[in-house]
């Protein structure tokens, strides 16, 4: 299924029903796993990924390159990949999977090549020299690292480009991408009026996608909101470091989660589709879960964003990404997460990042870090979910006296966000099997519940 598919039925909530894809997925492992067994360092650092970082090398595969077959192309095609016409090599891609893609070359032998955040930082943190193909803040930048029988171990960085050879760009256009990134790690956040906070945000996207391009311009912009989050979580500073002593960076994300007020959630999707963001599925938990959902995607890009508002089923059915909603006096968890800290878009930074990892590998390596996981939400073989504990942020006394005023929190629960804050930020931790690209729609009503602010004043 591709972004565009068309409805199954008249519902828009059956729009993008995803689909494990076992057979797919079981033909690739074994193409890496062969892969593993003749590259040593391949295989080395399969292990170390593991134990010192929680996650799988598969996940962190960006592409494989294979002799020319067309045995293996009409298999491909049998098991669901379609040509990729993003790009002018004969390659594959899965629409309705998460997978790598796959490309056939002239060259003998396997190719693998890892997604990395920075290729330098991959060398320096396993002492290699190796050619660096792509200067600076090119939009594909690429080494190889290892190669032995028939076998070669590449890492790529990708800054919104989906190309599988490197081209070089103008100078002036990598210094402007410096530039933007620059003002997007320095835009004003907090503003009395948020909208004039995203009216300002627009105009810097605007400023970049005019010079530097649309896809490029996203993905510098999501490396500052990662970057934002991070400080204000504690979990993903941990695991963050973790993952940067092997050069990864945070390649692996899943998706970010924005959290939003009613008021703001058109001016943020409008934001988002200036990047290039076409809109998936949409979903509530229940009829009493009192919030809803719009997952989006950048495809050039490689990010999904799951953006969460307090809405009615009913609302759901409607183009609330685009239709505003009307205001309402009572709170629901994700509306009150912004009255206490502000939106997602803007001062409070996104309320998670998602990323794939070995689902119990990383729940004890953070433990042994002093970070602990909130019950799971999802635990099928095909997806496992959970929240780390979250950070506790204090809260602006005049976000308080507001609630209060407004009627929309108690005395007590005043109180309690004065003395001890209310819960901010979440690293969370997925397990994604057999290239499913879905969410659990209905067991994750309980966790949200579970992160609603008024509990913990309710228990004390």
């Given amino acids: 299924m591709s972004l565009a598919a068309q409805s199954r039925t008249s519902s828009p909530l059956a729009q993008f029903a995803w689909e494990t894809q076992p057979e797919a997925d079981a033909w690739l492992r074994r193409v890496i796993d062969d892969f593993l067994s003749r590259n040593p360092f391949a295989a080395a650092l399969s292990i170390r990924m593991a134990s010192e970082t929680g996650t799988r090398f598969f996940d962190w595969v960006d592409h494989v390159r294979l002799p020319k077959s067309d045995a293996i192309a009409t298999l491909l095609q049998r098991l669901g990949f379609q040509p990729d016409t993003r790009v002018f090599h004969s390659c594959y891609l899965h629409p309705g999977a998460i997978?790598?893609?796959?490309?056939?070359?002239?060259?003998?032998?396997?190719?693998?090549?890892?997604?990395?955040?920075?290729?330098?930082?991959?060398?320096?943190?396993?002492?290699?020299?190796?050619?660096?193909?792509?200067?600076?803040?090119?939009?594909?930048?690429?080494?190889?690292?290892?190669?032995?029988?028939?076998?070669?171990?590449?890492?790529?960085?990708?800054?919104?480009?989906?190309?599988?050879?490197?081209?070089?760009?103008?100078?002036?256009?990598?210094?402007?991408?410096?530039?933007?990134?620059?003002?997007?790690?320095t835009r004003p956040r907090a503003m009395d009026d948020p909208?004039?906070?995203?009216?300002?945000?627009?105009?810097?996207?605007?400023?970049?996608?005019?010079?530097?391009?649309?896809?490029?311009?996203?993905?510098?912009?999501?490396?500052?909101?990662?970057?934002?989050?991070?400080?204000?979580?504690?979990?993903?500073?941990?695991?963050?470091?973790?993952?940067?002593?092997?050069?990864?960076?945070?390649?692996n994300h899943d998706h970010h989660t924005y959290r939003s007020s009613r008021a703001c959630f058109v001016p943020l999707i409008r934001v988002f589709e200036m990047l290039g963001f076409q809109l998936r599925e949409r979903f509530t938990p229940g009829r009493e879960a009192g919030?809803?959902?719009?997952?989006?995607?950048?495809?050039?890009?490689?990010?999904?964003?799951?953006?969460?508002?307090?809405?009615?089923?009913?609302?759901?059915l409607g183009d609330f990404a685009h239709q505003?909603?009307?205001?309402?006096?009572?709170?629901?968890?994700?509306?009150?997460?912004?009255?206490?800290?502000?939106?997602?878009?803007?001062?409070?930074?996104?309320?998670?990042?998602?990323?794939?990892?070995?689902?119990?590998?990383?729940?004890h390596q953070l433990a042994s870090d002093?970070?602990?996981?909130?019950?799971?939400?999802?635990?099928?073989?095909?997806?496992?979910?959970?929240?780390?504990?979250?950070?506790?942020?204090?809260v602006a006394e005049e976000r308080v006296q507001r609630l209060l005023a407004m009627g929309q929190i108690t005395p007590q629960q005043a109180q309690q966000f004065r003395r001890e804050g209310a819960l901010g930020a979440h690293l969370e931790n997925l397990e994604r099997n057999e290239g499913f690209k879905g969410f659990n729609q209905t067991g994750i009503n309980e966790i949200i519940a579970g992160t609603d602010p008024r509990l913990a004043a309710a228990n004390n």
């Avoid at 171990?153 to 760009?169: A, F």
């Avoid at 050039?300 to 609302?315: H, K, L, R, W, Y």
């Avoid at 002093?370 to 204090?394: C, I, N, R, T």
């Fill in 195 to 251: 909208l004039l906070a995203f009216a300002a945000a627009e105009h810097r996207l605007r400023q970049a996608i005019d010079e530097i391009g649309r896809d490029v311009a996203c993905a510098w912009f999501f490396q500052a909101e990662r970057e934002y989050w991070q400080r204000r979580c504690k979990a993903g500073a941990i695991q963050k470091a973790r993952q940067d002593r092997l050069g990864l960076g945070w390649a």
């Fill in 291 to 316: 919030w809803g959902a719009q997952v989006i995607e950048q495809p050039n890009a490689g990010i999904t964003i799951f953006a969460d508002v307090d809405m009615s089923p009913e609302e759901l």
């Fill in 99 to 185: 997978f790598p893609r796959v490309h056939f070359s002239d060259a003998a032998g396997i190719a693998v090549a890892l997604k990395v955040d920075a290729v330098a930082d991959f060398l320096q943190a396993h002492r290699l020299t190796a050619n660096i193909e792509g200067a600076l803040f090119n939009p594909l930048r690429r080494a190889l690292v290892a190669s032995q029988d028939d076998t070669e171990l590449w890492v790529v960085e990708r800054h919104g480009s989906v190309d599988l050879e490197v081209t070089e760009i103008d100078q002036q256009l990598r210094l402007a991408g410096q530039r933007h990134l620059e003002a997007f790690r």
């Fill in 324 to 363: 505003s909603m009307p205001a309402r006096q009572e709170l629901g968890t994700v509306g009150l997460w912004c009255a206490l800290h502000g939106e997602a878009f803007l001062e409070a930074g996104m309320h998670h990042l998602e990323c794939q990892f070995d689902f119990t590998q990383l729940r």
């Fill in 370 to 394: 002093g970070v602990g996981m909130m019950k799971p939400f999802s635990e099928f073989p095909y997806l496992k979910q959970a929240f780390s504990q979250g950070d506790v942020w204090p």
